[in-house]
């Protein structure tokens, strides 16, 4: 999985363009069953990046509902997603699920040290924590010439 994205450094919001996911399950019987597959874990991977977390006090969990519990809200941007199917019709069906979902954040996070050279290396990738990482990489190196 690779994402396009754009930072704004001032803010520290990123915009997701475009992902781009190739996918081995073994033999297809589904192409366009595997798409949207595909389609629905990266943008719920995306959720899980930019805004889910599981928030406590020193006692419980609090996010204990849909209204204490953060994920990408109806309207967002949804970016594109190009799924590129590799049908291995030699090898035992492993299925597909929502094996989109555990690469988007690593995607995104190698895409934001692409455009600004900084890390973010926790979840979910909040405006405040780019910031932060951004203000972080230009105390230790140089700016990168883009």
């Known amino acids: 999985m690779v994402a ?3 930072v704004d450094r001032g803010s520290g919001k ?4 475009r992902f781009v996911v190739a996918h081995e399950c073994g033999p297809i019987s589904n192409p366009d069953g595997l798409r949207n597959q595909i389609e ?4 719920q991977g995306m959720s899980r990046t930019f805004s889910e977390q599981i928030t406590w006090n020193d006692q419980n969990v609090t996010s204990i509902d849909w209204a204490t519990y953060d994920s990408l809200s109806l309207g967002f941007a949804v970016p594109a997603v190009e799924a590129v199917l590799v049908n291995r019709p030699d090898l035992p069906a492993t299925g597909a699920g929502e094996s989109a979902i555990t690469l988007v954040a690593a995607a995104i996070g190698n895409a934001i040290f692409d455009a600004v050279g900084a890390r973010i290396r926790e ?3 909040t405006q405040e924590r780019i910031k932060a990482a951004l203000s972080a990489s230009h105390a230790y190196s140089a700016p990168r010439n883009m």
């Not at 990123?14 to 363009?17: C, E």
């Not at 629905?40 to 943008?43: A, I, N, Q, R, Y």
Request: aromatic share 8%; hydrophobic share 45%; net charge neutral.
């Open 40 to 43: 629905g874990g990266t943008l």
């Open 123 to 125: 979840v979910p990738f």
């Open 4 to 6: 396009e994205i754009e």
């Open 14 to 17: 990123v915009r997701v363009k």
